[in-house]
Structure formats: structure tokens, C-alpha cells
């Protein structure tokens, strides 16, 4: 007799190189600087050698230039769900207007459907920032998910973290005040559910943490974990997947770009963690965590897992509200499309 495996999904967040150096706040950035090159056919590789289909989110701005384009496309050409990452990669996207809002997420999304041809119907903020004027955009332009919601009560740990590791100007530092979100944003919920904005409805994948515990485990955090301490880090997704499968919860797994690369390929984001790794170590890190994700569910893309989940009965409805109060109104960044 054979059980079906519950679903879990996958994606991947194309964060380019340039977008960790100007979160960073590394002037470096506005020349954008890009390891897609690199990045783009590997990932496929990998994927393509373990049957996995997986959603990309990918940044308006690199879907802009001419040169990405058939890099673009070939994920895109692979069977993958391409998602909008927004246009210029801002974690602090929650503090932009309406308006503003209106225009970065159209920029990308008439960007990222012209370099692969695949109108995007899901959302990742950068940086999980997220927003009630968001969501109604979201919701207005036809959308039929969100995923940016991380809920962890370890957020305002890891901007700590960030805040020792950077050096910032004290504008910087108001823009990413809130970046990786508020304590409270722990207690969002763990499975799917259904955002109502007066723009209609839409559903909510959220990046899933540790049931009960509410911890991450982003296979960039198993990295970092596994850094420390290797074996640690294969013990503790064990532990999540086995606490999933009893919780009945269905995980929504994130990738990066940097999860497949190693120091010998990026020595200028030394700064980030887990990049002290050799690239080897890494994928295999990697493999092992998809290969143990593929044994115990039914990996499909974000979309995939959203559909499943707007078939379920009862699903819990909520209205947002903002998490991360805008503060201030930021003007507009100096990215440009080629
Ligand atoms: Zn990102």
C-alpha cells in the first residue's frame, strides 16, 4: 500500500549580487554587479538532475537588461514558475507609498514577463517586507499569491547581527530599522491562509519556520548553521521535516543564490553568512536537504502549493494590517535599466 506524500514547495529568491551589496550599503552596488552567469545555469543543473520543479522570484532590475535575458528565459524554458522579487530589490518596500509601491511591482512585472515570457501570478518581497498597500496592489493586478511572510521571532536577532556586521550612514540605518521584521511577526501563522483587501482576495504561502518553535530553516540558515557546526545543521532539518509531517503542516522551502555558491565564487559577499564555505560543501549541504525534502513530500512550486491550498475548506481568512509601521516616505533609489 502506498501513501501519498503530502505536498511541500520550493523556491528560489534570484537576489543578484548587487542587491546584497546595496542592502549591505556598499556604493559598489549601482554599477550592478552580477554573478547570474554563473548562478542561473548551475541551479538548473542541479534541479534538472533531481527532477525538481521550483518557483523563481526573480528582481525586475535584472530582467531590465538586455543581457540577462536568455538567462532569464531559460529558467522560464525549464518548466519553472517565474515570480515577481519586486523591481529594485528594497527591503524597506513596506515604507514606499501606494503609488510608489504601484509602480515598482508593474516596473517588474512588465520586465520580468517581457525577458521570460511567463506573466507572474506570485509575489516575494525582498526581505519578507510586506505591506496592507502591497497586498492591494497585489490583489488589484490579479495576483493569486503571496510569500513573503517569514514567521520567526528571531527577526529582530538577525538584523542585530546585520547592524554589527555593517557600517552604515544614519539614513541606512532608519531605511533598515525594521529589516528582517518585528518580534510580533512570530505570531503570524505557519500554513496557508487568505488575505481579503478591498481589492480582493488572495492567498498567503508563507515561508515556512519551525512548527512550535517558530525557527528557521531556509537552507541559507542551514548553511550558516552548519558552518558552526555540520552535523547540527542535517540533525536540525531532520528534526523540522519529522515536527512538519506531525503538525500537518506543508513547508514552503527557500533558496538563494549563495546556497550554490562558494567563497572561491563570490569573494567581495565574504560578509555574508556562511560564505566562509567551499562551494563542494555547500551543494552537497544542499542536495541533502532537497534530497531529504523529496523523500517525506510532494515538491511542486509555489504556485502549485497555492492552488492546493485554495481547494481546502475553511481555510483561515485575515485582513492585513501593517506589521512595520511606515514611518517615513523614501525617495527613490539611483538603479537603472539599461
Ligand atoms: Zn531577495
Known sequence: MTTKKPIASLSLDLDNKWSYLKTHGDPEWERLPSYLDVVVPRVLDFLRARNLTITVFIVGQDAALDKNRELLRAIAGAGHEIGNHSFHHEPWLHLYSEERTDTELGRAEEHIERATGQRPLGFRGPGFSLSPATL??????????????????????????????????????????????????????????????????????????????????????????????????????????????????????????????????????????????????????VSQVLDMLSTRFAVHTVGAHAEASARKPHLRVRVPRASRPPHTRWASSRATTA
Open 136 to 285: 492591494r496592489i497585489l490583489a488589484r493586478r490579479g495576483y493569486r499569491y503571496d510569500a513573503s511572510t517569514l514567521p520567526t521571532f528571531l527577526g529582530p536577532v538577525a538584523r542585530a547581527y546585520y547592524f554589527m556586521r555593517t557600517r552604515l550612514t544614519p539614513e541606512q540605518r532608519e531605511q533598515r530599522k525594521l529589516l528582517f521584521g518585528t518580534f510580533a511577526e512570530g505570531w503570524q501563522p505557519l500554513r496557508p491562509y487568505r488575505w481579503r483587501t478591498d481589492a480582493g482576495e488572495l492567498l498567503e504561502i508563507p515561508v515556512t519556520t519551525m512548527p512550535i518553535f517558530r525557527t528557521p530553516f531556509h537552507v541559507s540558515y542551514l548553511l550558516y548553521l552548519s558552518a558552526v557546526a555540520p552535523r547540527l545543521a542535517v540533525g536540525y532539518f531532520r528534526a523540522v521535516l519529522a515536527l512538519c509531517r506531525w503538525t500537518g503542516t506543508e513547508p514552503s522551502l527557500l533558496l538563494h543564490p549563495l546556497d550554490f555558491l562558494g567563497r572561491e565564487d563570490a569573494a567581495e559577499l565574504a560578509f555574508f553568512p556562511g560564505m566562509n564555505l567551499p562551494r563542494e560543501r555547500k551543494l552537497e549541504l
